[in-house]
Structure formats: C-alpha cells, structure tokens
C-alpha cells in the first residue's frame, strides 16, 4: 500500500487549502482512514478520520480544535483521502500525514507541509 500526500502549502490566517491522499495497493478490509498531523517539538495527532462500521456505512471523528473547520472526505472510485481546512490558524501549522488503517496493518504517507503565517 501507498499513500501519496498533497496539497501543502503557505496560507495567510482564515485562508484556506484542501490535501489530497492518493492511495495504491491491496487495499481492503478498511478499518479507517484519517489524517494526522505533527507539529515541531511535539507529538503527531489525530485530526480527523472516517471509521469504517460496515462495509457500507463509515462514520467521521474530528478532533475538537479542528471541529467545524476541517472536513474529511474520500472518493472511493478514486482510492482517494481529503482534508478541506478552512478558517487556518498558526497553530495548525504542521506536516500532515495520510493515514490508512486496515485489518492486516498501518499505513502512513510521507507527510505534506502546511504553514499558516502572514
């Protein structure tokens, strides 16, 4: 499996961007998919993931300082994972990873930078 991470960049506060996650591989038995993100000096989070219930119904998890700001999406004839953020702070300032949870393991992407600075 791999995961291919976009969409990073510099935006001024209350800007906006959207990541991309581009997936390949055996990819089944999905137990979730979600972001992450890594601030300097600190520990990697969750920001927000889709928990696959059933294979047909999936339900979304959003870390409160991102609630209502940030909104997870996936296209599955795609194998495609998305992030819209929105109203940006300095503080979501971080590399974010793509992450793929399946039955048979943990899969991460390489990360992609967004900075949040005027």
């Known amino acids: 499996v791999r995961l291919v991470e976009s969409g990073g960049g510099l935006v001024q506060p209350g800007g906006s961007l959207t990541l991309s996650c581009a997936a390949s591989?055996?990819?089944?038995?999905?137990?979730?998919m979600g972001w992450y993100r890594q601030a300097p000096g600190k520990e990697r989070e969750l920001v927000a993931r889709i928990i696959q219930t059933s294979p047909t119904n999936y339900t979304d998890y959003y870390v409160d300082s991102v609630r209502g700001r940030f909104t997870i999406s996936r296209d599955n004839r795609k194998n495609a994972l998305y992030l819209s953020l929105t109203s940006l702070k300095p503080e979501d300032t971080a590399v974010y990873y793509c992450?793929?949870?399946?039955?048979?393991?943990?899969?991460w992407g390489q990360g992609t930078q967004v900075t949040v600075s005027s």
């Open positions: 992450n793929l949870h399946l039955q048979r393991g943990t899969y």
């Open positions: 591989g055996a990819i089944f038995r999905v137990n979730s």
